[in-house]
Structure formats: structure tokens, C-alpha cells
């Protein structure tokens, strides 16, 4: 498997204190089941409005942001969610719902919208138990996200993005749902796939303030069977079967090992039609230093109606070579005239690696991870807060003595989104 070296992308300079997103929990409450889900549901853990200010005091205090996802749980469950995304608006940041969608209707959406919403992130994969959409796989699924693109689309003015889970049975569909997601480009703005990753608890013990604890309980707590391991090196290489000239532009590394590809950003070009080519990494560069320049924040979201504006985008080929290939396979379309007159559209497509343990249990969490939610007025990693709400503290690894000995490959572990 060819793999890409992180010293050919742009480093993405996200930070602990100066970052795109970041990450408000309202509930644990959730309303499905998802198979990778890192987090415990807790039907009687809505916090209260006074306790979510506070998580937008700790937010301001320690983190200059752009846009922040309510999530949980299931963010929807919550009773005044509509309230919430007021509350975020009102601090000058832009509220994205992250939702599995089940709770969602149109009436809702626009609701949400008049609060203040500017984006959507609906998580939908076929390890969900679903009620109506039980065994369905992946390809039978998006007739459901197809819902959802649609009903965002009559709303409108809404960024659009969805996520999946990918384990090792779904990983042969990540190329089929990259081609859904170009079929509705003008609907579909983000793609996500998470690396699925749970416990090896044969492998390693775990300790809490230097207590050995059994962590069987935490919803990640045992690797259920399944693959642990999956990279986005696993992805790409798969995308590469079919889009053999797919080519990521932006990533985040690992705080234990710098040349992880913890976040790895691909930006493609592409009519309805066609897909044209992928940005550079210096396209990305100027983006993200231009905005934080002129606007102080690192930029997130972007608005739907930008995302179909990249004719007006090409004049910066020459400074990016990802942008001049487009600009190249655009300008052969022109031999038909009427394509002038079309949209060209850019689309995300990100692929997360959790948490990685390696041989010695050092856990190498996302470098300047977007997701850090608060805890006890502090912000922390929101992919495990299962741990400070259960034992006080983050879990210490340690390999057992009997995975020791000839043990120098990475062993990966932990949780999915």
C-alpha cells in the first residue's frame, strides 16, 4: 500500500487555544445506538442553561474559535437546543449541529436556523441500530442521507456535511459514498470518515491517578470483535482504487508522533459532472493564514454559496498546483460552451484517526485536536470524556508483560466519533 508522507501536505496550524471548531456537549442523552460511539448514553444528563453558559465562559476564556459543534449525546434530545444555538450565536461563533438526524424534521431545522444555525453534521452509518433502517448497508443508507441533503437544501443557506464511521467491513464503500457525495455536491458540502477504534483489553492495563482500573465498562472498553487498527492510510489507499489521483492537501499530526495523519483534508474541485481535481497545499495555506489575518480566527465552516464559487477561485493556480490541474480539466470542458455558464464546487473530505496507543502505551491524541470540550471549567479531549466523568482523570496505559516481549509495531487504540 502506497502510503503519503505528511511532509508533502500543509501542516494545519490549529491549536489548543487558537483553533476552528470546538466542541459543546448539552447531553449524553442519545436517542439510537451507533457501534463506535465513544460516548455512554445518560438519559438524565441535559445540562441546564446556566451550566452550558458556563462551558461558553470556559470556551471564551481559553479558546479563540470559529465555529462551535453542539453535539452530545444526541444534541436534539436536549429540550432547549433551540436556545443553545441562540447562546452560541450571541458569542459571535457559529453554531453546527452534530446529529445521527433521527429526531430531525424540516419544521426543526428551520427553527434551528432562525436561532442562529449555519451548519449540520449528520452521523449515518450501518452500524447504527436504527429503527426503520435496520441491516442496511452503506449504499442502501443513502437513501437516507439523500433525506437529509434534500432537506437541508430547501432550507437552505445551511452547510451540509456527513460522517461514518468506517470499520473494517464498511471500509469497501468509502469510494461509493465519495461518489454519492459528488452526485449531490451542490448539496453535500463536508465528507467524513472515522477510523473505528476500540480497547485491546488483552493488550494493555489501564491506571487512574496510579490505581490499576477496569475499564470494561467505558462504551470503548473492548475491541467487540473488530479491527482496531484502521488508518487513513487504509482509507486512501481504498479511495485510491477508484479516484487513483485523489490527493489530500492539509493534515494534523499526533502529539506522540508528529507524522500521523490524525486529520487528514482533501479539498476537491468538481462539477456535477466531473471531478476536476484537488487543491494543493498551498491553497489551503493561503485560506486558512488569509482568514485568521483578516479576521481573526482560523477559518471552519464556510457558506454553502462559497463552496460553489471556485471559477472565481482560479486565478490563484498560480500559486497552487493542486488549482492549476483543475483549472486545466476545467478549461477542457470548454470545448462545450455552455459548461461556462455552470457551477464549479469544492468539497471536504476528512478522514479522523483517533487515538493512537503505541507499544509502550504513550496515547497519541489528535495534535491541535478541533474537538476539545469542557470538564470541571477546563477544556479536554471530548473523545474521551467518559474518563474524567467516571474515574476524575485520563487514563494511563501500560503494556502487559506478555505483549512486551518482540513488541515493536504500533498498537492502536480508543474510540470513534
Known amino acids: ?80 437546543i433551540a436556545e443553545i444555538v441562540r447562546l452560541v450565536a ?46 442496511k448497508n452503506e449504499l442502501e443508507l443513502c437513501r437516507l442521507r439523500q433525506q437529509y441533503a434534500d432537506m437541508a437544501a430547501r432550507v437552505g443557506g445551511l452547510s451540509c456535511a456527513f460522517n461514518a464511521t468506517i470499520y473494517e467491513e464498511t471500509l469497501p464503500y468509502v469510494p461509493k459514498l465519495l461518489e454519492w457525495a459528488h452526485a449531490n455536491i451542490d448539496k453535500v458540502n463536508v465528507m467524513v470518515f472515522i477510523d473505528f477504534r476500540a480497547a485491546r483489553l488483552d493488550a494493555y492495563d489501564c491506571y487512574a491517578k496510579g490505581k490499576k482500573v477496569d475499564i470494561g465498562a467505558l462504551v470503548y472498553g473492548g475491541d467487540k470483535g ?22 489530500p492537501c492539509a493534515y494534523l499530526g499526533g502529539t506522540e508522533d508528529p507524522a500521523a495523519l490524525k486529520w487528514l483534508l482533501t479539498l476537491r474541485v468538481a462539477t456535477k459532472n466531473r471531478v476536476l481535481g484537488y487543491m494543493g497545499p498551498k491553497f489551503i495555506e ?21 463552496m460553489s464559487l471556485m471559477k472565481w477561485v482560479f486565478p490563484l493556480a498560480m500559486f497552487d498546483a493542486g488549482l492549476s490541474s483543475a483549472l486545466g480539466n476545467w478549461l477542457k470542458t470548454l470545448s462545450n460552451p455552455f459548461n461556462l455558464f455552470k457551477p464549479v464546487y469544492m468539497q471536504s473530505v476528512m478522514m479522523i484517526q ?61 474510540v470513534s466519533k
Open 1 to 80: 500500500m502506497e502510503q503519503i508522507n505528511h511532509s508533502q501536505l500543509y501542516r494545519l496550524p490549529w491549536n489548543y487555544s487558537d483553533n476552528i471548531i470546538t466542541w459543546l456537549e448539552p447531553t449524553k442523552k442519545c436517542n439510537i445506538y451507533c457501534e463506535g460511539c465513544y460516548s455512554a448514553n445518560n438519559p438524565a444528563s441535559h445540562k441546564t442553561i446556566e451550566q452550558i453558559k458556563s462551558d461558553l465562559d470556559v470556551f471564551e476564556k481559553y479558546r479563540n474559535t470559529h465555529s462551535v459543534s453542539i453535539a452530545g449525546g444526541e444534541p436534539l434530545c436536549h429540550p432547549q
Open 90 to 135: 450571541a458569542r459571535g461563533w457559529q453554531p453546527v449541529v452534530n446529529t445521527n438526524g433521527f429526531a430531525m424534521t424540516e419544521e426543526i431545522m428551520r427553527s434551528l436556523k432562525q436561532a442562529g444555525l449555519k451548519g449540520l453534521t449528520f452521523h449515518i452509518d450501518s452500524l447504527q441500530k436504527r429503527p426503520g433502517w435496520e441491516n
Open 226 to 247: 473488530r479491527k482496531t487498527d484502521i488508518t487513513a492510510h487504509n482509507v486512501l489507499a481504498e479511495i485510491r482504487k477508484t479516484y487513483p489521483d485523489y490527493m
Open 286 to 306: 493561503m485560506a486558512q493564514t488569509l482568514h485568521h489575518l483578516f479576521r481573526g480566527k482560523y477559518l471552519g465552516y464556510v457558506h454553502p454559496k462559497m
Open 354 to 414: 483517533p487515538v493512537d496507543v503505541s507499544a509502550d502505551g504513550r496515547q497519541s491524541m489528535c495534535d491541535g485536536c478541533p474537538d476539545m470540550t469542557v470538564y470541571d471549567g477546563r477544556l479536554v479531549w471530548s473523545c474521551r470524556l467518559e474518563e474524567p466523568l467516571r474515574y476524575g482523570c485520563f487514563l494511563q496505559m501500560a503494556p502487559r508483560a506478555a505483549n512486551t516481549r518482540g513488541q515493536e509495531h504500533r498498537e492502536t487504540v480508543a
